[in-house]
């Protein structure tokens, strides 16, 4: 038993010490960024405002978000355990951390990249992705770090691993709920701000995009870096943890007796932050295009990754392990890690097709364009149907294949691979909203046009990059939420065995409360994003209405003669999307809690609800992240000067699409990601206090 503690310590040790390297790498990043120029003081102006308004809008959030998490503490405090508690805690806190610095480099990056731009692509293309990499090396490494010390920490203090374990599961809901909010509140801010923006500015003023007269600019960048930036880092850095912890609860409930179980989603975690490390340098020394040197980044991770999974997984399993009385080889083990592997690159590749200027279905929806704001609302919605299809196929074959090596451990295996990758495709999507806030700069700052041509490349295929993300995201989750299902099968089957009671549970698709639980967890991702959806809908309005209101007010504006007032857009939807995050961020809880406080429902109308909450979230999220992401380059497309170009009807059709895409791509969809998760986990920590 000594021996294996040993190991077990050892091995989360390495994985420690991996993410460390990551940080300090992260570090040097930084201050390669900071070393450029941030250009001149119109540029360092501009820069600075977007900064203070982000700023605000993060210290109003968390003190939102802040008494919402004290009342949950106590309640885990109380109903739960202290450790269970104090990993609320630190969930919570590292979520918001990664969230908050992600996008403080972002506002540091996104002059600099636009200065950039002014000498070379190669060169504006370098500063914008080494920006994005601070996030992806710091989600993955806070995130290793967290778990990796509180489950030591827990199990040496307390002297009970299975308590350590199980500890995990509150910093799991921490990490999830915060992201949820961030998701929810980042996102209704800079859509809200985007749509308000667009409708006035471009619609019925004829302004161009990022256009200084335009009141809502400034808000619009404060809302690429609050939703894009430090929503989305805190969405993939709860994603990240909840894989690996959702792992760890499998290894430690279905084979309980090898540590090695244990220790090898950390491992794995590990050494991806070499491969991530490795595709940074990648995108820095390669003269490739954007859109080829970000992929090759992303293939050149995996690479490593696939290479060096091999001597850890037969280090860690000599002789194999026996999961279910099956015994399964280390190279089983190693299959299941390589499906993780492929799915990511598959679930790049498909999403890149479905929203990149370069394939038939973005230029389907400009071409519909050409016709009306009508036939370009329908292509796109289209598009993102046909969009989930392989997606879910190739999770259906990911979730066969590393079933078939390992079982339900070989699936969270092939979940933690996945996410694994996580440093490297986080860099892709903060690469988005830097090259985004570039170009606004660029504009702003009366930069040649030159530049802003730079910028706009750039922003199409960080766009392209955004959508990939998403995509990676909502993929993960569905394979993850699986994993937590078994958890929370495994959970209850444990529970019951320790008071006594006879475990009769199979939810089988006979039973009508499996079917009503089923119709219930389908039924939440509709209301959730439909709450998410009207929440943008009436920040967005009241940004409209500001707007109209000052442009009226002073006719000088649009001539250049008056100056804005940026602060009252600004005001604006920083209080709507606070207020607005609030419902539809606690609805998942309320729904699970609803369902097990109802005796008649109880655990198996529960499981059901998981599983409910699964199939249509994964189906909805793809839809609407994809369709977002294809009308937003449609719109890039056509303003590359095709089919007619700025201007043009088709240019004012695709701005509509676009409009109603950012919603879908950038609130509601993504954050049916963390949703999923938050029902699984509250599922799972509920079992000992209501069943």
Known sequence: MTLALSILDTGVALSMLLAAGGLVFAFFLIKAVISRSPGNERMREIAGAVEEGAKAYLRRQVVTISAIAAVIFILLFIFKDAPTALGFVIGAFCSLAAGYIGMRIAVLANVRTAQAASSSRTTALRVAFNGGAVTGLLVVGLALLSVGIFYTLTGRITGNHDLAVRSLIGLALGSSLISVFARLGGGIYTKAADVGADLVGKIESNLEEDDPRNPATIADNVGDNVGDCAGMAADVFETYAVSLIGAILVGALTIASDPAAIIYPFVLGGISVLGAIIGIIFVNVTDAKPGPALMGAVGASALCSAILFWPATHMLFPNGIVTNGI??????????????????????LITNYYTSTAYRPVRKIAKASETGHATNIIAG????????????????????????????????????????????????????????????????SNLPQKVRDTTDELDAVGNTMKAVTKGYAIASAGLAALVLFGSYVEELRAHFAA??????????????????????????????????????????????????????????????????????????????????????????????????????????????????????????????????????NAKKYIEEGNLGGKGSFAHAASVTGDTVGDPYKDTAGPAINPMIKVVNIVAILIIPVLF
């Open 381 to 444: 919605l289209a598009i993102g149907q046909h969009a989930t299809a392989l997606p879910v196929a190739f999770i259906g074959l990911s979730i066969l294949f590393s079933y078939h090596f390992a079982g339900l451990y070989g699936i969270a295996i092939a979940v933690m691979s996945m996410l694994s990758m996580a440093g490297i495709i986080i860099s892709l999507d903060a690469f988005g909203p830097i090259t985004d806030n570039a170009g606004g700069i660029a504009v702003m």
């Open 499 to 632: 008071t006594g009671r006879a475990y009769s549970y199979d939810f089988s698709l006979n039973d009508p409360k499996v079917i009503i639980g089923l119709f219930i967890g389908g039924l939440l991702p509709f209301i959730f994003t439909a709450f998410s959806m009207d929440a943008v809908g009436k920040a967005a309005g009241a940004v409209v209405r500001e707007v109209r209101r000052q442009l009226a007010a002073k006719p000088g504006i649009l001539r250049g003669e008056d100056k804005p007032d940026y602060g009252t857009c600004v005001d604006i939807v920083t209080k709507a999307a606070l207020r607005e995050m609030i419902i539809p961020a606690l609805l998942p809880v309320a729904f699970v809690v609803a369902v097990a406080i109802i005796k008649p429902l109880g655990p198996v109308v529960l499981g059901g609800l998981l599983v409910g909450t699964i199939v249509t979230g994964l189906f909805v999220a793809i839809a609407m992240t994809s369709s977002g992401g294809a009308w937003d």
């Open 327 to 348: 015994s399964r080889s280390a190279n089983a083990l190693y299959f299941a890690a390589l499906v993780g592997l492929l799915m990511t690159g598959i679930v790049v």
